[in-house]
């Protein structure tokens, strides 16, 4: 029997323990990855040559970055490891990827994606100002580029990430001016119980939140922003908020790193023709896959937080059962008797970091109604300059309740980022406009290529 051809897309938790997986069944699986090395963005490397800590890196989280990178080391010798290699396009059968400009085509048995997350963004008034970047962005600074975004950093959001960030920055030595908020300090009964699936890990964002204020940083929950000042030349200047109590409050800075939670990478699985569910809880459009992180397109497995945003630990377990799902059903000996054995306690293990996510979206919600209250003038789509009321008058004037033909009217979500950055609070917008629910207004469909290509320039002879 022909052994099976495995790719895997990533190569951050999920797709480092599905790829462990396939290895210790005896096959040699095709690993691919859009960035130059190994981690993903949570356990993201530093680039060769730098030296710092891994302390200082990933703070309390050090000791399992060390073990996911000290795990892919000792792969990579039995895998094809494909890095700074864009998965950009699927067929049936078939991923297609670009490294450098050049094409290539990948046939498979079983694709197992583990495309990640990235920041779920709500806009707000100046937020397309230079200075403005995402909390992942101003992780990337840091992690791979050893520098701040700005001299005086304030972030804003909600979710773990925002005091994650802000605490690697204050470890880093960089000045950190506010950490605001938009969630609640007081957590409802829901949030609670979930978090208390993992106790040890909710303490430890209690920790981080302890550890800002410790460091002078301050720190405000149930804020509402009000404005990004800055102008054309300068950029950034400020940051002006309501604070829970009502009154304005105004932080000088020269760069605002803003993230609300995190979204799921699906593209590809959407140009797999994966099916799609709204999920109320979160208000945004998930792949359907089994317990197992079997899609509904045969062949196509999904796992970590391009399906669901378990955290580095929930990814991992997924992407080891999404793998031994795969071999089980290729008919692969070994991969089905380790799957009959290993995947009751990882569905076990999974089920616990869903508590767990989901006391999160409790605690951390989606501010959707921050999308409603933006002004006219507001920008939602930076890359086309796309403003809140051109969107309410395709709405109104253009019959545009469903976002792909709002898309086609006003340009949202055409530009660079394909509307990751602005997706989900343009959706906010047309239905508070047209006072239709959310997942009436629908998702945008996504197009190959996933992301920007780098096109081969090369003459071609006649």
């Not at 090395?37 to 680039?47: A, K, L, S, T, V």
């Not at 067929?91 to 498979?108: N, R």
């Not at 109590?245 to 994966?274: I, K, P």
């Not at 004037?397 to 949202?412: C, H, I, Y």
Request: charged share 20%; net charge positive.
């Amino acid at each position: 029997m022909t052994a099976p051809r495995i790719v895997i897309v990533g190569t951050g938790p999920a797709g480092v323990r599905a790829a462990q997986a396939v290895v210790e069944a005896g096959l040699r699986p095709t690993v691919v990855d859009e960035s130059r090395r190994d981690g993903g963005q949570i356990y993201r490397r530093q680039p060769e040559g730098f030296k710092r800590p891994y302390s200082k890196l990933y703070g309390t989280e050090a000791a399992k970055a060390q073990a996911l990178h000290s795990s892919f080391e000792a792969l990579r010798p039995h895998i094809d490891y494909r890095p700074d290699t864009l998965a950009w396009n699927h067929t049936a059968g078939e991923l297609h990827v670009v490294s450098q400009g050049e094409p290539a085509t990948l046939a498979y048995d079983a694709l197992i994606l583990c495309a990640g997350a990235t920041d779920r963004l709500m806009p707000v008034p100046g937020w397309h100002r230079a200075g403005c970047y995402s909390l992942g962005a101003s992780q990337i600074a840091l992690k791979a580029q050893a520098c701040a975004i700005g001299s005086q950093v304030v972030f804003m959001g909600s979710g773990p990430l925002l005091y994650l960030v802000a605490s690697q920055y204050v470890q880093a030595g960089a000045k950190v001016v506010a950490v605001l908020d938009t969630a609640p300090a007081s957590k409802p009964w829901k949030a609670i119980t979930g978090l208390l699936a993992r106790p040890t890990l909710a303490l430890r964002g209690l920790g981080l939140i302890r550890g800002l204020r410790a460091a002078g940083v301050p720190v405000l929950q149930g804020i509402t922003p009000v404005q990004i000042d800055g102008d054309d030349a300068l950029g950034v200047r400020a940051v002006a908020v309501r604070t829970a109590q009502g009154a304005m409050q105004r932080f000088e800075c020269d760069a605002v790193g803003l993230g609300w939670h995190l979204r799921s990478e699906t593209q590809l699985a959407d140009l797999a023709q994966c099916e799609f569910a709204f999920e109320p809880l979160s208000r945004q459009w998930l792949p359907r896959i089994d317990e197992d992180g079997r899609s509904t397109t045969r062949g196509v497995y999904l796992a970590g937080d391009g399906t669901r945003i378990l955290g580095a630990d929930g990814a991992e377990a997924a992407g080891r059962l999404a793998a031994l799902a795969a071999l089980s059903d290729a008919g692969h000996a070994t991969g089905q008797a380790a799957y009959r054995d290993q995947a009751p306690g990882l569905r076990g293990t999974l089920a616990t970091m869903d508590r767990f996510r989901q006391g999160l979206v409790h605690a951390f919600p989606w501010p959707h109604a921050q999308a409603a209250a933006l002004p006219d003038d507001a920008i939602v789509c930076r890359c086309e300059a796309v403003t809140a009321g051109e969107l309410r008058r395709c709405a109104t004037e253009l019959d545009s309740q469903e976002v792909n033909r709002a898309k086609a009217f006003s340009r949202v979500g055409m530009g660079r980022c394909q509307g990751r950055f602005c997706g989900h609070a343009a959706a906010e917008v047309i239905a508070h406009t047209c006072h239709i629910p959310v997942e009436q207004v629908g998702r945008l469909r996504s197009q190959a290529p996933v992301k920007p290509l780098m096109m081969n320039t090369r003459e071609v002879q006649p």
